[in-house]
């Protein structure tokens, strides 16, 4: 207990996982273009949350509530986005309170938020669900359009459109627990990945506490290769970076040679 | 069996499912936005089959073959896009063979695809890698880089850089089975989702055989809302339509009078 104030926050060598799941018909259609996967798997890296599994699943009670129960059980943190609006296909709290195992009701709080932008004979009985909120969960306020998402135990259930979920994000980040941020370096490589696969692979064994990859892609510009690192240690991130730099020098020797 | 041949193809009413898997480090990372889940469902939709679930899985034997194991066997089709190219990183077709329970190792004809494309000499070890074949798929030729996907079983193995993948969903479509078309209508609506919400839900417990759902976003020109209705039937879905039009010049009607 003495030294507890000069250590490191409790969280900063403890991994901390997430899994998002995306709600909607629309987005299995193809209708909708998701934007959200990305925007959180970004986001949690950066606050040193790690986003190990993502689903997506149609409007339908019994694959949203398996799902939820599937994902919520195995990571720390369960996100999820749409089907919180006021319409018949919105039924993502309902199938939360269910897969929890809580009741869920109309909730004042909620209430009150929304009647900051409406008058009460405007909230009819299809805006009143989007107060139906399972019993024990936090609000997330909602500054675009007022209806809130919510937190109960480690399920954070925030909007499908996508500015409507950045601003739920940033309202809940700062109540997460974090753990230790994942650092990377990315290389450009300006060879084909068979001629470098081998010693790559090499790298990736002596250094089993990072994680490496290689990713080719066509741009504008032709055919591209980058090579990423990943890890948690700044100086093993350093010398395994060292190690690729070294690699694709002594590649470029030999092309050169050849 | 008499009018066999006037009657429709065997597959004209039946529904044919499929999910897709994401496998990839990079895009639970977000260093790398998922281009393919989006393409894939509308492209599915399209031919006529039913994308029912996504699933995004990072580069561990184990998750990958978890999740081909649940997949394949749930739906019809599964398709997945990442993790066969020439890098240590790069595991999906030794994970899908063992999912699927067979055999892997070099295929000659892979060999011959890659042959069209380099020498044998710089047919390494890592290149190698890339026409490990599970015992008995047939391959799905990759006009862009040459070294094929390929299926076995119901599963369907692609690659993640979308130029390739759009030309290996090319190569493939022809051979699976497709059922009944989902056909959609889109309406543009003027007013909040909570004026019409309960309007909406009505016609939709009407209309059991369709899928109705709203949709709101915010873009360059504010706040907007759309009704997308789906349905396998053309007259079903006119009437749904038909409905849904009149509902809201019942409201527009209301509110003009307000």
């Known amino acids: 207990?003495?030294?507890?104030?000069?250590?490191?926050?409790?969280?900063?060598?403890?991994?901390?996982?997430?899994?998002?799941?995306?709600i909607?018909?629309?987005?299995?259609?193809?209708?909708?273009?998701?934007?959200?996967?990305?925007?959180?798997?970004?986001?949690?890296?950066?606050?040193?949350?790690?986003?190990r599994e993502v689903r997506v699943v149609p409007d339908v009670e019994r694959e949203i509530v398996e799902a939820v129960n599937a994902l919520r059980t195995r990571y720390d943190y369960l996100f999820t986005t749409g089907g919180i609006g006021p319409?018949?296909?919105?039924?993502?709290?309902?199938?939360?309170?269910?897969?929890?195992?809580?009741?869920?009701?109309?909730?004042?709080?909620?209430?009150?938020?929304?009647?900051?932008?409406?008058?009460?004979?405007?909230?009819?009985?299809?805006?009143l669900r989007m107060c139906r909120i399972p019993a024990g969960a936090s609000l997330i306020e909602n500054?675009?359009?007022?209806?809130?998402?919510?937190?109960?135990?480690?399920?954070?259930?925030?909007?499908?459109?996508?500015?409507?979920?950045?601003?739920m994000l940033d309202n809940v980040a700062p109540t997460l627990e974090t753990g230790v941020k994942i650092i990377s370096e990315t290389l450009e490589i300006g060879f084909p990945e068979g001629l470098y696969a081998a010693g790559l692979k090499e790298i990736a064994e002596r250094c089993p506490d990072l994680s490496i990859g290689s990713y080719p892609s066509f741009g504008a510009q032709g055919y591209r290769n980058q090579?990423?690192?990943?890890?948690?240690?700044?100086?093993?991130?350093?010398?395994?970076?060292?190690?690729?730099?070294?690699?694709?020098?002594?590649?470029?020797?030999?092309?050169?040679?050849?």
């Open 227 to 258: 090579v990423v690192l990943r890890g948690k240690d700044p100086a093993l991130l350093a010398a395994g970076k060292a190690e690729v730099e070294a690699l694709i020098a002594h590649l470029a020797a030999q092309q050169g040679a050849r």
């Open 143 to 167: 500054p675009v359009s007022a209806a809130p998402g919510f937190r109960i135990a480690n399920v954070i259930v925030m909007a499908g459109v996508p500015r409507i979920m950045h601003a």
């Open 24 to 51: 909607g018909d629309e987005i299995l259609s193809g209708r909708t273009k998701d934007q959200n996967i990305g925007y959180i798997a970004e986001y949690l890296t950066r606050i040193g949350i790690e986003l």
């Open 1 to 22: 207990m003495s030294d507890a104030s000069a250590s490191a926050p409790a969280s900063a060598h403890k991994t901390i996982t997430a899994a998002v799941l995306v």
């Open 87 to 127: 319409t018949h296909d919105d039924i993502t709290a309902e199938c939360v309170a269910k897969a929890v195992g809580v009741a869920i009701d109309v909730d004042e709080r909620a209430v009150n938020l929304l009647l900051t932008r409406m008058k009460r004979e405007d909230l009819n009985e299809m805006r």
